[in-house]
């Protein structure tokens, strides 16, 4: 199974796994999978490759829609959205074996049934566990409530060495952890949001900050925003913000939402992330550009003169 739909399930069900209502997510999930591996036709046209993603939901939405619980349909379309075609089949299994441990097992136990990831296999998982999270957010205003508190709490451990230290500590167990969370921000932000900090201390994270960054721009992402971090040398004016918001517009297609961070070593100018996207319009930058250029002609007239 995708980390990503292990986590988007862990996710969904997290408030009603243990409930009647998670064993029959369960059962509804066998059902299905039996159903695909013992209907040929079906079978056949979920595991085409020729058939389209929404055809394949379709068929789905049109077969399940009044049969089975809407999570476990939830479930099963975001299976079809992740991992190979030709997996379907296993994969229902293997959310069955998921959604049914995750009834029958207490936390611990559950926990000890995980498979030990890597750091990008659980990158996947809370990109999964996040969109989980992130659909159950009906308000615009409240996504972006949530990514102030997640970019908020970034810097509050940024500037806590210490407390970056405790929280990165995977030798402690991660209940002490958890409760040092629910200590610091519990009734402080929205539950939404301390959901998504506790997974970034439950898996393999080298860098809780930046982890706790990327949770903030999926938060973005998710109300149609990207998130562009502006590091600046000097403080810029209200025109100067719009001019920026406006360019980054053009440039992504997408309204950008400005994050601005003070960085004095850059000297003037700005440094801006936004995606993949690095734009270095530092004074720095530019210092160090003459200076490479100089270098070069200098080399260069050596060389004549030779």
Same mark, same amino acid.
């Given at each position: 199974m ?19 209502v ?22 056949v ?19 399940l829609t009044?049969?089975v619980?809407p ?6 379309l ?27 097992? +207490?936390? %611990? *136990?559950? #926990? &000890? ?5 890597? $750091? ?33 709490f ?16 995977t030798?402690?167990p ?5 409760q040092?969370?629910?200590d ?10 301390l959901?998504?900090?506790h ?37 810029? +004016?209200? %025109? *100067?913000? #719009? &001019?920026l918001?406006?360019?980054?517009? $053009?440039l ?18 700005a ?9 270095d319009a ?6 160090d ?18």
């Open positions: 995708h980390h990503s739909l292990r986590g988007y399930t862990t996710a969904l069900l997290a408030d009603v796994a243990r409930d009647a998670g064993g029959q997510i369960a059962e509804d999930i066998n059902a299905i999978a039996h159903l695909v591996s013992r209907t040929n036709d079906l079978a046209v979920l595991t085409d490759f020729g058939v389209s993603t929404t055809a394949r939901r379709a068929v789905l939405e049109d077969l009044t049969r619980h999570l476990a349909l939830r479930i099963v975001r299976a079809v959205d992740t991992g190979r075609v030709e997996e379907f089949p296993t994969t229902l299994h293997e959310l069955y074996e998921l959604t049914r441990h995750m009834h029958d097992l +207490d936390p %611990d *136990e559950l #926990r &000890a049934e995980e498979p030990i990831a890597s $750091r990008t296999a659980w990158r996947d998982y809370v990109a999964g566990y996040s969109e989980a999270v992130f659909e159950s957010v009906t308000e615009t205003s409240e996504l972006e409530e949530i990514e102030d508190e997640l970019f908020r970034a810097r509050v451990i940024e500037s806590s060495p210490s407390l970056r230290s405790v929280l990165s500590d030798t402690l991660v209940e002490n952890r958890e040092i969370l629910r610091l921000l519990e009734d402080k932000v929205r539950p939404a949001t959901r998504l900090v997974t970034t201390i439950q898996g393999r994270v080298r860098d809780l900050v930046s982890s706790l960054d990327w949770l903030a721009e999926q938060a973005a992402r998710a109300r149609g925003w990207r998130v562009a971090r502006v590091y600046t040398g000097l403080p810029i +004016d209200a %025109d *100067e913000h #719009r &001019a918001s406006e360019a980054l517009e $053009r992504t297609r997408q309204p950008v939402e400005l994050q601005i961070l003070a960085a004095p070593e850059i000297l003037g100018g440094v801006i992330h936004i995606g993949d996207l690095l734009v530092s004074a720095q930058r530019r210092l550009q003459v200076e490479e250029n100089l270098l070069s002609l200098e080399g260069a007239t050596r060389g004549a003169q030779t």
